[in-house]
């Protein structure tokens, strides 16, 4: 009971601490042809990006595209105001002057809402609403002020000029993950009217949007959802002049075929079922990314290449652990009949490679695909749906730091199915590491998807999703000193635990044991009192003490999580080649936006190269980027850098005795009893 008692005062003091941190952005300044007065310039000078989603907007404030306008309705122009709820730019294609795209209406609300409708975590909407906005101090959205729900949207944006054209919304979801060009028109995949559905834009008809292709119907969706089938269409390509799509159905995944699309729901044909694909797609809510399933697919040397999610509960290596991607490639023969083959899977089905490519990774649910240079590039997608929901229902991050020690690895593959490490830590399978001089997450271990790829202008680019930003709560956690903290701190971090208990509970005879623990707290002690069991200068009597020991003991976890997060730099990271190999680094801090937390769709047109961002924070944003500044001598090249590299870490010497010389007494009082607790309960 005393354990359960301290997870829950955690679990609150966890989520106050965030109000004792800014989310202050800093912009480096340039010039564009590009409507927008934000900016970012690469540290070499070379990448210049504009955003040119309400360009006369700045960071920290509301965009999403779309301006809502109340009452469940959004339009493309009314006063500026934004959006909030279009979080992610989920998908985006360039097509003439414009950018086609697609947004997710409030993805990491719809996540919650999912985990306590389908896999059982029950809570209460408004507790739930409260607790996040006191952990993001307001920040992270968590619904419009008029209590609507705007659905997503399809759009087109004017490169030139920004203005947005609304070519698709409903009110039961209009939210469209993938998008490819076939014949002409433009399509995307996803769903409208809360179904798995293909879209289809034409823009020789005025942009006319329809939906084409039904992955399911009404009646065995429902059936499927009973089941606990997510049956969604993500997979979307051209092959070999065809038209390509991928669906789940009551029987698993199948893949289709069509070379005339626009005729509608009969004009495809089945090319792969579930059993073609070894039984290999994992298409239930309980499984990796939540069924992920057909996760890419693309056209490379003249065949189909298809990465798959696997990831089941009956095949988990362990408890913190889903079974890693597949890969698998098809080919038509003569007479139309596919034969596909793994490359990446289970060796007793011929694959040449075993799940994830190197049996010591064991972290990433699915693999991302692009091809550059006459190579098929592999990006790393880890599985962080289960571990932030075992975070925010059960305090646990044992599979956080899991993914957090392995973060993702990007492979090639040549043509005759070889393949090397560009950028990871060394293995046993790739003894000398990443041939680009990179450790796994580009050194970074908040880097847990390589989120998107493009092949630009003779270049590879490279974004990712940062785990950083939504860990921002912890984060501040460890990058604040806790044992230094104000009388007046204490006391405002107490109020707010005090209001969140209110919001659980406003009926004292309702009270869970654990929020009857918590007023006790506050009923049983002064604020003073408090301040000195938090700080470990006094423990109460009973059960309700929370000594520095007591806390420490209770998140072991969570010291992990804060080691990593102490080193992180909040904002999706983005990474540039032009051999393959050598990258260049352009972001590492979303674009000067922390909470940007990943780079989510490019867009290549024929003025630069276009950018969607995911932003639970303000909503997605669409920069664009070019590639025509000068580069600069990096730092400490030359004399001049290594005498000012010298003065620096001088300068650095001389603030950290400073600072030592100002925390003596806690410094020797704390170090200690820390260094005792990690040498008996974390290190091994």
């Not at 002057?97 to 809570?123: E, P, R």
């Not at 749906?385 to 090639?412: C, G, K, T």
Request: hydrophobic share 40%.
């Amino acid at each position: 009971m005393k354990n359960r008692k301290f997870r829950a005062i955690l679990s609150v003091v966890l989520a106050s601490l965030m109000l004792l941190g800014s989310m202050s952005t800093a912009l480096a300044a340039n010039d564009f042809d590009f409507v927008g007065k934000v900016k970012y310039t690469s540290p070499n000078g070379v990448y210049n990006a504009t955003k040119i989603t309400h360009p006369n907007k700045d960071l920290g404030t509301v965009d999403g595209v779309v301006d809502y306008i109340g009452n469940s309705q959004v339009a493309a122009h009314d006063k500026g105001q934004g959006d909030r709820s279009q979080n992610y730019i989920w998908s985006a294609i360039g097509h003439g002057d414009y950018i086609y795209a697609s947004t997710n209406y409030s993805s990491m609300m719809s996540t919650l809402s999912f985990m306590g409708s389908v896999l059982g975590h029950k809570f209460d909407a408004n507790v739930m609403n409260t607790l996040l906005n006191t952990m993001f101090n307001g920040t992270f959205f968590v619904g419009v002020e008029d209590g609507g729900k705007p659905s997503g949207v399809l759009f087109k944006i004017n490169i030139k000029t920004a203005e947005v054209t609304v070519l698709m919304t409903n009110p039961k979801g209009c939210q469209l993950r993938n998008a490819t060009e076939y014949a002409g028109k433009i399509y995307f995949c996803g769903s409208v009217d809360g179904l798995p559905a293909v879209v289809q834009v034409d823009p020789a008809n005025n942009d006319k949007a329809e939906v084409i292709y039904r992955g399911i119907s009404l009646q065995d969706y429902y059936a499927a959802y009973q089941k606990g089938i997510s049956a969604a269409v993500r997979g979307i390509c051209e092959y070999d002049g065809k038209f390509i799509v991928s669906t789940i159905t009551l029987d698993g995944a199948q893949i289709l075929a069509s070379d005339h699309p626009w005729d509608g729901q009969d004009a495809f044909e089945v090319i792969a079922t579930q059993e073609d694909l070894f039984d290999y797609p994992a298409y239930r809510f309980q499984d990796s990314i939540y069924g992920g399933s057909i996760w890419e697919m693309v056209e490379f040397n003249n065949k189909l290449y298809v990465s798959i999610c696997t990831g089941r509960p009956e095949n988990k290596p362990d408890y913190n652990t889903m079974q890693s991607f597949a890969l698998v490639v098809g080919e038509p023969g003569a007479d139309g009949k596919w034969t596909w083959t793994p490359v990446i899977g289970n060796k007793d089905h011929g694959a040449k490679y075993t799940f994830g490519i190197d049996p010591e990774r064991t972290r990433a649910g699915a693999g991302v695909l692009n091809i550059y240079d006459g190579y098929l590039y592999i990006g790393e997608y880890n599985d962080e749906e289960i571990p932030l929901e075992r975070i925010i229902f059960d305090l646990d991050f044992d599979f956080m730091n899991a993914n957090f020690d392995q973060s993702v690895n990007l492979y090639r593959m040549d043509k005759d199915e070889n393949i090397e490490l560009i950028v990871g830590d060394a293995t046993e399978m790739f003894p000398e590491g990443g041939k680009s001089g990179f450790g796994s997450g580009f050194d970074r271990h908040e880097n847990q998807y390589i989120w998107r790829m493009a092949s630009y202008n003779g270049k590879l680019f490279v974004g990712t999703f940062d785990t950083s930003s939504l860990l921002q709560p912890i984060g501040q956690f460890v990058n604040k000193d806790i044992m230094k903290m104000t009388d007046e701190e204490w006391e405002s971090l107490f109020g707010y635990i005090q209001s969140f208990l209110d919001a659980t509970a406003p009926n004292e005879e309702e009270d869970s044991e654990e929020v009857a623990a918590m007023r006790d707290l506050f009923e049983d002690y002064t604020a003073d009192e408090l301040i000195e069991m938090a700080t470990g200068e006094e423990e109460a009597e009973g059960e309700t003490g929370m000594s520095l020991d007591v806390l420490l003991d209770t998140v072991a976890g969570l010291i992990k999580t804060a080691a990593y997060l102490s080193k992180a730099d909040r904002g999706f990271d983005l990474y540039v080649s032009e051999d393959g190999i050598n990258f260049e680094t352009i972001t590492t801090n979303g674009f000067g936006d922390p909470t940007n937390h990943g780079l989510r769709t490019f867009a290549v047109t024929e003025y630069g190269l276009g950018i969607g961002t995911a932003n639970p924070f303000w909503a997605g944003q669409i920069w664009m980027m070019t590639d025509d500044g000068e580069e600069v001598e990096p730092e400490g090249e030359g004399f001049y850098g290594i005498v000012t590299e010298f003065m620096d870490m001088v300068a650095g010497f001389i603030n950290f005795l400073q600072a030592l010389l100002e925390n003596f007494n806690t410094f020797f009082e704390f170090i200690p009893r820390l260094a005792d607790y990690v040498k008996t309960n974390i290190i091994k």
